[in-house]
């Protein structure tokens, strides 16, 4: 473009463009925008444009057409760097900073884009020595010293486009070149130009903090300079060697710590360096922008770790300095809501970076006026994170601030290597009250009073989207939890007096609301204020009273805590059994009422106070005053029960080195406490599902408590002896009202539970009558639906197609109950279904939700169950499945969807068959089962003659969903992701299927690796290269010329081919391809060597031939002829990351 035409003519040409792009949408057309954007697009790719874009820097005045030049020159630079005069690079970056210098007016985005330049410059010289970074850090100190404003902040903007250049790979420009090599630039840098800008930076902020009064530009000057300080102490230190990939993963961690080499030590170390910090941040605090960069600094100071200490002294003094520098600058103040979070970060890293032997080893005077400092900080921050919930504010500050404080008290508190048991007490009660208080309605507490303690009246509107409070404050609930812990000598009887007080007032109001109604039934509501505070006092004690008897466990078996363990035996003198458990055992009296009461153990008081909550809204609803009643309560004790069962429930004393007596005697096994509390929980539930089955979360709460109930043999065998568990059983196989009318997810999961109940132990005949309640009726009622003549006339109608759901329901329950000692009976009974479930398939065809749900059937037992299968079970089920496959492919081949949202309902059963292929892989790598040994005796010989693998299934599968996935529906991502997932999953397990398929198959695999690895997302391309290594490999080992396979690969050689050499691509995917393309090496050594040809007699420039058949050279040159070896692979790869940093950018230009 340039060679054509004159630089007056391009000016005149990019200013044109560069109207259009300014212009308002509505004054141009696309076509116009189109053009302007390859105009200029066309411009930056242009033949060393050096030359025009200075003439254009110095004429034109259209400032996004300056900002273009900067970029041509940047890209350019780098693209042309080897044929480039080192003395002609010099020369051009001090013309850039010489014009940025003289114009001070610019635009700000002109001028950073030009000192980004100037940085690429500087970045790329580093590595052949070539450009000197000392002028520069001359040049720059004197722009500082020059006390001109304007000038400082042109010579921060240059530090700072260094620091982003140098940085990290996501900040760094995209310039093509190997992280490798960005790893070694930025640790040339760290060592030595980053502590000269630091040192820069710190000689401003001494200035700043010496003078009276600043003028508003000067302290806009400090402000760049303290947001520097902020990125210099941000830096992620790279260790001295770590490999590229490793590189990558420790670039893009967040929340970088301070952890600066060896050579650093004299600066940090210097006491000097931390004072100025503290110095600047009280003189700036009132200014928030400000004071977010200070305290950013002090935070990442108070994260240093690493090399810079020598010995632990040094690391102890440093600590004790910031220590002292943090109370004095805390104490006496009001904090502002600026400084909150940053305040709490620098407390959260100091506890968390320095090991606590340090906090241990300062003087114990400043270390306990650092715990108190600490213990007021949180229960000062807590009542304003508090007022913030009551005004709703958007940004929750204290919040944030709070939540930091908390995992640095957990992180104290659970230590008891460094500090001795009861160290914490006093502190933990004053945070444990401040909470509560926090959260309890006037006069005890403050909960709703704003900032001057008026109380707020506004009825809050609660939305459908907001989260549960249990979820949203886990994390807080937790660590509150744990501090009543260590103090519960404290907390676990003010919990219990609190409790005990809410619910006898809650008594009161129902029955006082009771009799109102009873007076007079047909008068209007009553005043709820009363109320709506009681159940939120109670609301809150339930969840911390939660929190803090027992603990969220994901998967493992929970454990009593022990603090809650030792309380209980250190107290087991003062109490009385028969009391304890009289106390327990009467959730309908006040405990208070009980002779001896004060004898409770303390722990099951406070236990038995939720039952008594649980007992007053059983009450409630027998008497009809659900309306005046809780959901939230509801789910509140619900959530509780289940907590505080899989903890102590049946309490297995082998666990446990030592156990409380009054625990083994109220919740031991075979004891009637624990028989009891069975029994009391059960009526719970069915109590719930009767009155609350139209609150779905308080419903789906209740039979998750079920499943609780049942999930341990131990705890099942004491459920099913309750009349009332067979008399639930019965009720829901029969689908009496209520139940029937359930949602359908607490119907699946009532039935896993019903399932899991079946496998506790009873005698047979018992077990056989249990079976004949609870799965005939399903299996007779679904039976007898679908074998009405009549069924294809009525399937449709609201009952039918209500009683086909709610079966599909029933049957994902009880696959998701199987385990490994039921697998057996489930399985036999579920394949049963499944191929009726296939003959519904071809009913409802055009009703998209039932054939989401059977396929959904089919998902679950491949989920839950394949991993047990034998041979021939599988086959069962792999024949099942493959029937499923060829209903659904028939049913939706060729099939247009006509409105819109057709496309996402096939888009789900899409995602759901892939997910049931991706299901039936799984057990070519997790297998439980030994030859159906689970299967023992079921079995009339072993199907020794049927090789059906789940590959067949599987490419089967493929075969089906290929045709259907449409290029529309390859930009969904998750089905575009999962597609690929699998596809690539089929490649690695099994390539030496895939020559085998059937052609037109064989051709749409290919079709969609090409597809992904060229028009798709980076994930996906990359999946796709992963898929063409073993490809390549199996088609070496069958050395098959002629197949399919082999031409497919060929073809796959010149697209990873020019994928490398000829595209600009993620430098992140250069490993994949780089794999793939030395495989394909190997496979088809001349036809590579033809593409090399090819290339090379496509060049006219002489020094590009030349450079580009040296590189190709030097690139196999390890590996000559190239074999499937490791080692050379290996090999291959390093050369492969020169070749590309070399002649990366040579080919991109026009």
Not at 43 to 53: E, G, I, M, Q, T
Not at 438 to 467: D, K, W
Not at 885 to 892: A, E, T
Request: net charge negative; with cysteine; glycine share 4%.
């Amino acid at each position: 473009m340039m060679a054509a035409v004159g630089a007056a003519e391009v000016i005149t040409q990019l200013e044109s463009a560069a109207k259009v792009l300014m212009a308002p949408p509505s004054m141009v057309s696309n076509e116009q925008r189109q053009h302007a954007e390859h105009i200029f697009l066309s411009f930056r790719k242009s033949k060393s444009p050096f030359a025009v874009c200075k003439h254009i820097l110095e004429t034109s005045k259209v400032d996004y057409v300056l900002f273009q030049a900067a970029t041509a020159i940047m890209e350019a630079v780098v693209r042309e760097w080897i044929l480039l005069e080192k003395s002609s690079i010099e020369s051009l970056r001090t013309f850039l900073l010489t014009y940025v210098l003289q114009r001070p007016n610019l635009q700000k985005y002109v001028r950073e884009q030009i000192l980004l330049a100037v940085a690429v410059i500087v970045k790329r010289g580093s590595l052949d020595k070539s450009i000197d970074c000392k002028g520069i850090f001359h040049e720059v100190s004197q722009l500082i010293s020059s006390g001109n404003p304007t000038v400082q902040t042109l010579a921060c903007s240059i530090l700072t486009a260094l620091l982003s250049e140098f940085s990290s790979s996501s900040k760094t420009s995209n310039i093509g070149l190997s992280m490798e090599f960005h790893g070694s630039c930025k640790r040339l840098f760290q060592e030595e130009d980053l502590r000269q800008i630091f040192m820069l930076t710190v000689e401003v902020l001494q200035e700043f903090s010496r003078r009276g009064n600043i003028s508003a530009q000067m302290s806009s000057v400090f402000q760049r300079y303290l947001a520097l300080a902020s990125q210099v102490l941000s830096w992620n230190f790279l260790p001295p060697n770590l490999g590229r990939h490793y590189i990558a993963m420790f670039e893009s961690s967040q929340n970088v710590m301070l952890k600066p080499t060896e050579s650093w030590r004299e600066t940090f170390l210097d006491s000097r360096v931390m004072e100025l910090f503290f110095t600047v941040h009280r003189k700036i605090r009132e200014d928030s922008d400000m004071a977010q960069d200070s305290l950013q600094c002090l935070a990442q100071l108070a994260s240093m770790h690493g090399p810079v200490f020598p010995d632990e002294s040094a690391q102890v003094n440093y600590l004790a300095r910031l220590v002292e520098g943090l109370l004095g600058m805390i104490n006496g103040i009001e904090i502002e809501d600026s400084e909150a979070v940053g305040i709490s970060n620098i407390i959260s890293n100091l506890i968390t970076m320095f090991p606590r032997s340090n906090l241990t080893a300062i003087p114990s005077e400043l270390f306990n006026s650092f715990v108190n400092c600490l213990t007021h900080l949180t229960c000062s921050f807590g009542r304003s994170a508090a007022l913030e919930e009551v005004l709703d504010k958007d940004d929750m500050v204290y919040m944030e601030a709070y939540d930091k404080l908390l995992e640095s008290w957990l992180t104290l508190v659970q230590d008891e290597k460094h500090f001795h048991k009861g160290f914490f007490i006093q502190h933990a009660v004053q945070v444990f009250n401040s909470y509560i208080q926090c959260h309890l309605a006037a006069p005890e507490g403050t909960r709703n009073l704003t900032a001057n303690g008026v109380a707020s009246h506004e009825e809050e509107e609660i939305s459908e989207l907001q989260e549960d409070d249990r979820e949203l404050f886990s994390d807080q609930l937790a660590s509150i939890g744990m501090l009543g812990r260590i103090a519960a000598d404290h907390c676990i009887p003010l919990l219990t007096s609190l409790l005990e007080d809410r619910v006898t007032r809650l008594h009161g109001q129902l029955q006082r609301h009771q009799q109102h109604l009873l007076a007079s039934p047909g008068s209007g509501s009553v005043e709820n204020k009363v109320l709506d505070d009681l159940y939120e006092d109670i609301h809150w004690l339930i969840l911390v009273t939660g929190c803090l008897l027992a603990d969220e466990t994901q998967g493992e078996t929970p454990l009593i805590p022990p603090e809650i363990m030792e309380y209980s035996i250190k107290h087991s003198t003062e109490v009385d059994i028969n009391t304890t458990l009289q106390v327990l055992g009467s959730p309908g009296e006040k405990a208070s009422s009980i002779p001896g009461c004060n004898r409770t153990d303390s722990a099951i008081r406070l236990l038995s106070s939720v039952l008594r909550t649980s007992e007053v809204e059983s009450r409630a609803t027998r008497a009809n005053l659900t309306d005046l009643l809780s959901p939230q309560m509801g789910k509140d004790i619900v959530w509780f029960l289940k907590r505080w069962s899989k903890t102590y429930l049946l309490v297995d004393e082998k666990l446990y080195d030592q156990i409380s007596i009054p625990f083994s005697a109220a919740f031991g096994a075979d004891t009637e406490g624990a028989q009891w509390i069975v029994g009391y929980i059960l009526e719970k539930v069915i109590n719930n599902l009767s009155v609350w089955s139209s609150e779905p979360d308080l419903a789906n709460d209740t039979v998750e408590l079920l499943v609780t109930l049942v999930e341990r043999r131990e705890r099942a065998n004491v459920v099913i002896q309750c009349e009332n568990w067979w008399n639930l059983a019965k009720q829901f196989a029969n689908r009496t009202p209520p139940l029937h009318s359930l949602s359908s997810s607490v119907q699946r999961t009532l039935m896993k539970a019903l399932v899991l109940g079946g496998f506790a132990h009873m005698d047979s005949e018992t077990k056989q009558q249990y079976w004949t309640e609870v799965l005939q009726p399903l299996q007779q009622r679904f039976m007898n639906v679908i074998n009405q003549e009549n069924f294809q006339q009525i399937c449709q109608e609201e009952e039918v197609k209500q009683e086909i759901i709610a079966t599909l329901e029933a049957l994902c329950g009880i696959a998701e109950a199987t385990q490994i000692d039921n697998v057996v009976i489930l399985f036999n009974f579920l394949m049963d279904f499944l191929n009726n479930c296939i003959g519904l398939m071809e009913i409802y065809k055009n009703t998209p939700e039932t054939v989401n749900l059977i396929i959904e059937v089919f998902v679950e037992v491949a989920h839950k169950q394949i991993c047990y299968l034998g041979e021939s079970k599988s086959m069962k089920l792999y024949e099942a499945c493959l029937t499923l496959l060829q209903v659904y492919s028939k049913n939706n081949l060729g099939r247009k969807r006509v409105d819109v949202s057709g496309e996402e309902d096939q888009y789900q059963d899409l995602l759901l068959i892939m997910e049931l292929l991706t299901n039936l892989l799984s057990k070519e790598f997790i297998d439980f089962s030994d030859t159906d040994e689970v299967f023992r005796g079921q079995e009339p010989g072993q199907a020794a003659d049927r090789s059906v693998s789940a590959a067949d299934v599987v490419l089967y599968g493929v075969n089906i969903v290929l045709p259907l996935m449409s290029q529309d529906l390859l930009k969904f991502p998750s089905l575009c992701n999962q597609y690929y997932k699998l596809i690539t999953f089929i490649c690695e397990i099994f390539p030496e299927k895939i020559p085998q398929l059937p052609d037109d198959l064989f051709k749409s695999l290919m079709f969609s690796l090409e597809l992904g690895m060229t028009s798709m997302s980076s994930e996906v391309s990359q999946l796709c290269l992963e898929a063409l290594t073993p490809l390549a490999e199996q088609c070496a080992k069958a050395q098959e010329t002629e197949s399919p396979l082999f031409a497919a690969t060929r073809h796959f050689l010149k697209l990873v081919f020019d994928m490398l050499v000829l595209q600009k691509h993620n430098t992140e995917m250069t490993v994949a391809a780089g794999e793939a393309l030395y495989t394909l090496v190997c496979l088809h050594q001349a036809e590579y060597s033809e593409l090399v040809e090819s290339l090379l007699s496509s060049q006219q420039d002489p020094v590009i031939y030349q450079r580009l058949a040296d590189a190709f050279n030097k690139l196999t040159a390890s590996s000559s002829p190239p074999t499937l070896d490791r080692k050379q692979k290996m090999a291959f790869l390093k050369s492969l990351e020169e070749f590309v940093a070399t002649v990366g950018g040579l080919l991109c230009v026009k």
